[in-house]
């Protein structure tokens, strides 16, 4: 049972281009999170999705920033006219459906450099 | 209210010693504290979990204390070794109904490193 997957683990981009991000969650699992984690800081909630459908975008930048998560295929995180300041670590996490089960496994991360 | 306070930053434990994080929090709603290691370059591994509704829960060497009228959770790491040396993030989190997941509600961090 392979982990959560996050690709690609490292990503370059110029000032104005598109980020996506891509992570495939637990197998069996049906909800998904993603965190930014800046330098030699913690990791802040971003978004909640299930298959689907949005539940929590609190963390979100209003611009710029959108997630999903399809019925089929990997959750994907963009980044609309990246800015340095999103470069960063951004780290996806799963959790399973069903009750008394609130564990979430977070994949690699995907490392954003912004140049 | 939705802050997660964690101290130390930074710790140095002698090899053999206890290592002592600890974790306060304001919302009450908060009922689910789970510990996090991350290694450089590494994404969150978890590590132990608490439900407040026990006082302390022990797996290995690590064991956490909680400690619900005060708001506050700690992790002890017993016998640490060099392997040990991480950041280490406490968290918690309002379960949905039926306990199922939420979002996460993480600490600054604290960098362990266990010297020989």
């Known amino acids: 049972n392979a982990g959560v997957m996050q690709n690609p683990r490292h990503l370059v981009r110029r000032r104005g281009q598109e980020a996506r991000l891509r992570c495939s969650p637990m197998k069996g699992h049906s909800h998904v999170y993603w965190y930014r984690q800046l330098p030699e800081e913690g990791l802040k909630f971003m978004v909640y999705?299930?298959?689907?459908?949005?539940?929590?975008e609190s963390g979100m930048p209003k611009e710029r920033f959108s997630a999903e998560f399809p019925k089929e295929g990997p959750s994907i995180l963009r980044i609309q006219q990246v800015v340095r300041g999103d470069s960063a670590a951004y780290f996806c996490a799963s959790s399973p459906p069903g009750q008394g089960k609130p564990e979430a496994f977070f994949g690699q991360g995907t490392r954003l450099t912004v140049v | 209210q939705q802050q997660v306070k964690q101290s130390p930053q930074s710790l140095i434990v002698q090899k053999g010693g206890i290592s002592i994080i600890n974790c306060a929090y304001e919302n009450t709603a908060f009922d689910y504290f789970p510990w996090y290691q991350q290694f450089p370059g590494k994404g969150p591994a978890l590590l132990i979990a608490i439900r407040p509704d026990v006082s302390e829960k022990k797996e290995g060497r690590f064991t956490i204390s909680f400690n619900k009228s005060a708001k506050q959770f700690s992790l002890h790491i017993m016998d640490s070794q060099p392997g040990d040396s991480a950041t280490y993030f406490c968290a918690a989190s309002a379960l949905q109904m039926a306990g199922t997941a939420s979002k996460l509600t993480f600490g600054t961090g604290t960098r362990l490193q266990v010297t020989l």
């Open positions: 999705l299930q298959k689907e459908n949005i539940i929590d």
